[in-house]
Nanobody, 127 residues
């Protein structure tokens, strides 16, 4: 059994930065990927970024490439550093973990690639 705790988020002006964390606990040996998704009001859940634990391979959505960066601590916390934020980045951000290696071919960018989701954290970017 794995549990997820998300933290971070908040309010920032355009061009600012925020950092989100996703900390798993429990049987983390079964984790293959940590992913971040976001959901704006009235829209579906959108892929943001993913990190494969075995090789630290990161994959980013085109909309955040070059602005967002993933990293992982020794305690398996995965950080999403968000720079040069834009109003269109406003959403609830969710971290998730996946246990299946089969998603590697497409960057683990689909909702069904993941088995467990965090509670979500609000990010608001004002113009």
């Amino acid at each position: 059994q794995v549990q997820l705790v998300e933290s971070g988020g908040g309010w920032v002006q355009t061009g600012g930065s925020l950092r989100l964390s996703c900390q798993p606990s429990g049987r983390t040996s079964v984790v293959y990927t940590t992913g971040w998704f976001r959901q704006a009001p009235g829209k579906g859940r959108e892929f943001v970024a993913s990190l494969t634990w075995s090789n630290m391979n990161a994959h980013y959505a085109d909309s955040v490439q070059g602005r967002f960066a993933l990293s992982r601590d020794n305690d398996n916390t995965v950080w999403l550093q968000m720079n040069r934020l834009k109003p269109e980045d406003t959403a609830v951000y969710y971290c998730a973990i996946g246990q299946d290696e089969d998603c590697a071919g497409h960057g683990c960018d689909r909702v069904h690639d993941y088995d467990l989701w965090g509670q979500g954290t609000q990010v608001t970017v004002s113009s």
